[in-house]
């Protein structure tokens, strides 16, 4: 999981709401590029807001990514030590924590009727874990990934006239039973039955639902200017800035 967020550069944001299914990568490499030589999230953090349905809680907010403040944080990993806190923070504790053994069973057993779910499991976890030591290209900071066309794309988009929907976004359908099934099988429905319970999850759950239904399609969500209210995705130019 990444410990920062980047903003996307506007012309790959504007690239992926045409093509929602997502865009060349060597076409967009130069603008991940140009970004990562820029002075970093210090501007976007005082000047532009995420849009309401895209924010948690106040109370969680501070246990999001933060915005990158140099080059070197783009992309980098969470870490052993920092989600340990983390999950500490959410109320998850080690006895909620799957075995070598439960963890196997829940992405294993070929040729089950649950092969579809398991596999959906693997192809999310791997994209949202696509970062330094992950991935040749890692894009995690962005909320995006790289498809088997080499192509960018959001970890949320849809495309209805195709069909097409991103692993991740295919993966909400688990926590409608499939999830539940797999505990059952593999014995560990009572760590998931208290995560749900006894964290923020199913509220997490609904509010990424939420978000990803305002944005549907690229699922990119647009940032505002704090100042004037217009949409940018780019920092907003202080008055400072622009003289």
């Not at 099934?181 to 923020?200: D, Q, S, V």
Request: net charge negative; with cysteine.
């Amino acid at each position: 999981m990444p410990a920062y967020r980047a903003a996307l550069p506007q012309q790959v944001y504007e690239c992926l709401l045409e093509n929602p299914t997502g865009c060349p990568y060597p076409d967009m490499a130069q603008y991940f590029a140009e970004q990562a030589l820029a002075s970093g999230g210090v501007s976007r953090n005082k000047d532009t807001v995420w849009p309401a349905a895209c924010q948690t809680d106040a109370q969680w907010q501070a246990l999001a990514p933060r915005e990158y403040r140099s080059t070197d944080q783009i992309n980098e990993p969470l870490g052993t030590r920092h989600a340990g806190r983390l999950a500490r923070a959410l109320g998850i504790d080690q006895e909620m924590i799957l075995t070598p053994q439960e963890y196997a069973c829940l992405i294993g057993r070929p040729g089950d009727l649950l092969r579809h779910a398991r596999e959906l499991i693997i192809l999310c976890s791997i994209e949202f874990t696509n970062s330094k030591g992950h991935s040749v290209i890692p894009l995690s900071s962005y909320g995006l990934s790289l498809n088997e066309q080499a192509d960018v794309r959001s970890l949320c988009a849809s495309d209805k006239s195709t069909g097409f929907k991103a692993p991740c976004l295919e993966a909400n359908d688990i926590f409608a039973g499939p999830l539940q099934a797999i505990a059952a099988e593999c014995g560990f429905e009572r760590k998931l039955f208290r995560l749900l319970t006894e964290t923020p999850m199913v509220t997490f759950i609904e509010q990424g639902h939420a978000c990803q239904q305002e944005w549907a399609g690229a699922c990119i969500a647009e940032t505002a200017c704090r100042n004037n209210g217009a949409q940018s995705n780019n920092s907003c130019a202080s008055p400072l800035a622009t003289q």
